[in-house]
């Protein structure tokens, strides 16, 4: 992915450039999809095509579009008669990468400042074009989303993943139960730590997914459902479940909130710390057990394969003894009672009949006087040399065989159970294979004609050939889940059909491209994970387009949650805000400040106190939704007050009001007068969060407050 422009940094020739103008050219599956996705805005769309499509995808396309001009984007005279300089953005989403770069380059000529938001898979090649062209992003539409076809498959309470300055973040969607240590001694702003960001309480009833519209003082309840992103230090602890494993320990745990109180040597602390100390211990053991069935899933086949090498080493050492035995006895024999011979002669003598040298032996006895029962014992060895040799000849072909074998592709085995079956490896299903590598899942690769085997994945146990012979042998029947991700919707329909009739119980994963095949599947198989690449990827286009540099995205309840990147101008909606107004005002979650004027210093999981200034970036979790806010400029408004009733003390007036200047944004001096005057309500408005955030800041320094709502007028 590549971006060259700041958001809203709007190019200086506004007065030919409309703000709410964008033109869409190729109007296959993504380009329909983000012209939904455009329109969400609320701005005009224009859109080239070659030719109207016989059906749509979206029936409502037509309607949405401002003008449809039938012609090749990459032709001026078609660029001209869409007015191309009139352009605020251009999105390229043909499905041929070289018709987008050189529609790219003709539109460039055109209009020298227009955004260009181009599909291609060529990285190299679009690091170069966006060096050369300016304002210019390009995504692979198809691979944008691997990270929520991988987070399917495992079925985990985790629903997204992402890297962010270097660490790991991971967004948890677990339910609440009975015995979950949370259940019913928690608030839901005491979840908020320095490395956990609450996104959504949702109730077993009134349920809205939207940030931050949940109320900070409810108690968490069993039934509950609550999403939150957090600061994840090892792989390992990605995918666990942050559960007590013990009922006793969590109801125990859970019957005080505040254990602290207790003095270190009394009865109750010690109680606690055994508490603790007990709950600890079972997490590691749960750990180290998943681990070990993990270790044992993955490496069953090669201990059973180690068996059976030592039986071989065992045949093969039995066959060396045994003709070793004979040499020495047909050598002994020999020199004793073969006339005129010394050891030489009866070790080499002994060596060619049990090489079958028999024949030769007999043309020589014939002309000797050696004992009649000679000709006996040469058979015998003869026989018996045959015999045994000819094992360690086979046993030596095998292994030379096997080593050639082992020389030219070193893959692991297929896993016995409990793994990850990924029909098709195209550069996106090579993608989801390394990050359910990266999670430590085990998982097989099921390779389909016309795509690479050799060199993909070394560590991957891997399968070729035609599909119905391939899925018997990737163990499906104990399979953890069935990824069908091939480039065609009918092979990915056909593959989790049989995946659905041989393991009933899998994850089922299947990537579509057409939304309304996507929707159809999702009826006729509700418990399988139906995924539509472009429609969870056309997002990702839209908020490029405004400038906005999409690092991630994922799914969560239906609904697309971007990870998005915001430079920040001088002239920027969110300059001069506080983080807390650029939350709730404009329904996101800031998740990483970088603050440029203040020694680039970078805050994973950041105060909402921080003011944002020119130079500053911002990554926040949004939706579509929220990337339209900011767009506008359209903030929610303020409808609540602090009032102050009373400060217990000098010092608590006084710690006070720096409380207040530092949650609000107010002057200091404001704050100052409004404790020297006491009661009184503080007249900045503010949002509920922040409002009720700062009664509960001001209640720890003994002033007392309440939240009241602004009357209307």
């Known amino acids: 992915m590549v971006n060259s422009a700041s958001p809203h940094n709007f190019p200086a020739n506004q007065s030919l450039i409309q703000l709410d103008q964008f033109l869409v050219c190729g109007l296959g599956s993504l380009g329909q999809h983000c012209v939904v996705a455009l329109k969400e805005f609320g701005i005009k769309v224009t859109a080239i095509a070659l030719t109207v499509p016989t059906t749509w995808e979206i029936p409502q396309i037509p309607d949405l579009l401002e003008a449809l001009i039938l012609g090749d984007c990459r032709e001026q005279k078609f660029l001209e008669q869409a007015q191309i300089r009139q352009y605020r953005a251009v999105l390229l989403v043909t499905g041929a990468d ?33 060096e050369a062209l300016g304002n210019f992003i390009a995504f692979e539409p198809t691979q944008l989303p691997a990270t929520a076809f991988a987070l399917a498959a495992i079925g985990s309470e985790v629903a997204g993943f992402f890297h962010l300055d270097g660490q790991s973040l991971r967004v948890v969607n677990v339910l609440i139960t009975p015995d979950h240590r949370w259940c019913n001694s928690r608030l839901v702003h ?86 603790w100390q007990l709950q600890y211990f079972s997490t590691w053991l749960s750990t180290w057990q998943q681990k070990i069935r993990t270790w044992t899933h993955q490496h069953a086949a090669t201990l059973r394969r180690s ?16 003709l070793i035995c004979l040499l020495a006895i047909g050598t002994g024999l020999f020199l004793l009672y073969y006339p005129n011979t010394n050891l030489h002669q009866a070790f080499f003598m002994t060596v060619i009949l049990l090489l079958g040298g ?88 099921i390779v389909l004609e016309g795509e ?27 399979a953890r889940s069935v990824i069908a991700i091939t480039g065609d919707e009918m092979l990915n329909l056909e593959a989790g059909l049989m995946a659905r009739r041989a393991n009933p119980q899998s994850y089922l994963v299947i990537r579509t491209f057409a939304q309304r095949l996507s929707n159809n599947l999702s009826q006729l198989l509700p418990q399988a994970h139906i995924l539509c690449a472009y429609a969870l990827t056309a997002e990702a286009f839209a908020g490029a387009a405004f400038g906005e540099k999409i690092l991630s995205l994922f799914r969560l309840h239906n609904q697309t949650i971007l990870v998005t990147e915001y430079n920040i101008e001088a002239v920027d909606t969110l300059c001069g805000l506080l983080l807390s107004e650029v939350a709730y005002g404009y329904g996101v979650v800031p998740i990483l400040a970088i603050m440029a004027g203040r020694g680039e210093s970078r805050k994973l999981m950041p105060s909402e106190d921080l003011r944002l200034a020119g130079g500053d970036r911002l990554v926040v979790l949004a939706t579509i939704d929220g990337l339209r806010q900011i767009e506008q400029g359209r903030i929610t408004p303020k409808q609540w007050r602090v009032q102050v009733d009373q400060a217990l003390n000098t010092a608590a007036a006084f710690e006070g009001a720096n409380l207040m200047a530092r949650i ?50």
């Not at 065989?401 to 996106?428: E, K, N, T, Y």
């Not at 955030?693 to 002033?703: I, S």
Request: hydrophobic share 40%.
């Open 307 to 322: 068996n059976s090498q030592n039986q071989i080493y065992q045949v093969t050492l039995i066959c060396g003894v045994t």
């Open 452 to 478: 690479p085997k050799a060199n993909i994945l070394p560590q991957m146990p891997l399968i070729t050939g035609h599909l119905l012979q391939s899925l018997p042998k990737a163990n499906l029947s104990t």
């Open 190 to 275: 005491e979840l908020d730590t320095r490395n956990r960001r609450i996104l959504f309480h949702l109730p077993k009833e009134g349920a809205t997914l939207a940030f931050h519209h949940w109320h900070p003082h409810a108690l968490i309840q069993a039934g509950d459902r609550v999403v939150y992103a957090e600061i994840t230090e090892n792989f390992q602890e990605k995918f666990i479940s942050p559960r007590v494993n013990s009922p006793q320990i969590s109801k125990q745990v859970s019957n005080s909130s505040h254990p602290r109180q207790h003095s270190p040597n009394s009865p109750n602390a010690q109680s606690w710390q055994s508490i």
């Open 358 to 445: 028999y024949p030769d032996f007999y043309n020589a006895y014939s002309q000797t006087k050696a004992p009649a029962w000679f000709p006996w014992l040469g058979l015998t060895l003869t026989l018996a040399g045959t015999a045994f040799v000819g094992v360690l000849y086979a046993l030596l072909t095998q292994a030379l065989l096997s080593s050639r074998l082992q020389f030219l592709q070193s893959r692991p085995p297929v896993p016995l159970q409990d793994h990850v079956v990924l029909i098709g490896l195209d550069a996106v299903g090579q993608k989801v294979a390394r990050l359910l590598q990266e999670f430590q899942q085990p998982v097989v690769g």
């Open 98 to 130: 070289r018709i987008n770069a050189e529609a790219a380059f003709a539109i460039r000529l055109l209009n020298p400042d227009t955004r260009l938001v181009v599909r291609s898979e060529q990285e190299n090649l679009n690091q170069l074009l966006g």
């Open 664 to 713: 609000t944004g107010c002057s200091l001096s404001v704050a100052r007068d409004l404790m020297d005057n006491l009661p009184g309500v503080l007249k900045s408005p503010l949002y509920h969060h922040q409002a009720l955030r700062l009664v509960r800041e001001l209640g720890r320094t003994q002033v007392n407050a309440q939240v009241v709502p602004i009357q209307p007028r």
